[in-house]
C-alpha cells in the first residue's frame, strides 16, 4: 500500500479536505502497515548472520587466511606460510568477550589498550579446546588452541591491540 495522505483542505473549517473518519481512517491503515513491516525485522541476528556478515566483509592479505565455515559457527584469521604478522584490535562497547584460534603454534602479544575497561587472557589448549585457564601477555599458544580476550568494566567504548609476536 502507498501511504495514504489526509487531505487538510485549503483552509481551516472550510469543508473541502477529508473528514474526522476518513482521516483516521488512513492514520490506522499507515500505522498498520507501519507495524507490519517493523514485525519482519528480528530483535537480534542469529550468530551465522553475523558470522556471514563479518566473514564477507574481510578481505585476505599476503600471508593471511581467512575460512568462515559452512555451518556458520566460526570465522578463522590465521597467518599461513609460518611466522606471519597477524594484529587484532577487538573493540568493545559493552563487557564482553572475543576468541583468537592459532591454526600454528603463535605467541600473542598486548601492544595497548585504549578506551576504558580492563582486559583479561585465557587460553586452552589443542586437546581441551573448550577448557580454559587464565594467562597474561605474551600467551603462547599450541597450533590448535585458543586464546580468549574478556573486556570488562567497559565505559563506552575499550580496544584491544594484538599483535603475533612469535
Not at 487538510?8 to 483516521?24: I, K, Q, S, W
Not at 491503515?29 to 507490519?36: H, K
Not at 593471511?64 to 559457527?73: A, F, K, R, S, Y
Not at 606460510?81 to 591454526?103: C, H, K, Q
Request: aromatic share 6%; proline share 3%.
Amino acid at each position: 500500500m502507498a501511504q495514504q495522505t489526509i487531505n487538510l483542505g485549503a483552509g481551516p473549517n472550510d469543508n473541502t479536505g477529508d473528514d474526522l473518519r476518513t482521516g483516521g481512517d488512513k492514520i490506522n491503515d499507515n500505522f498498520t502497515e507501519l507495524y507490519a513491516e517493523v514485525a519482519t525485522i528480528p530483535d537480534a541476528y542469529t550468530d551465522e548472520q553475523v558470522r556471514d556478515v563479518i566473514g564477507t566483509a574481510l578481505i585476505e592479505g599476503s600471508g593471511i587466511e581467512i575460512t568462515v565455515n559452512d555451518g556458520g559457527d566460526t570465522i578463522t584469521i590465521s597467518a599461513t606460510g609460518g611466522g606471519g604478522s597477524l594484529e587484532w584490535v577487538p573493540n568493545f562497547t559493552a563487557d564482553g568477550e572475543v576468541r583468537i584460534y592459532a591454526s600454528e603454534a603463535m605467541t600473542i602479544t598486548q601492544q595497548g589498550t585504549s578506551g576504558t575497561g580492563s582486559v583479561a587472557y585465557e587460553k586452552s589448549t589443542a586437546a581441551a579446546p573448550a577448557t580454559f585457564s587464565g594467562t597474561s601477555s605474551p600467551a603462547t599458544l599450541e597450533a590448535g588452541a585458543w586464546l580468549k580476550v574478556t573486556a570488562s568494566a567497559v565505559a563506552t567504548l575499550f580496544a584491544v591491540a594484538l599483535k603475533r609476536t612469535a
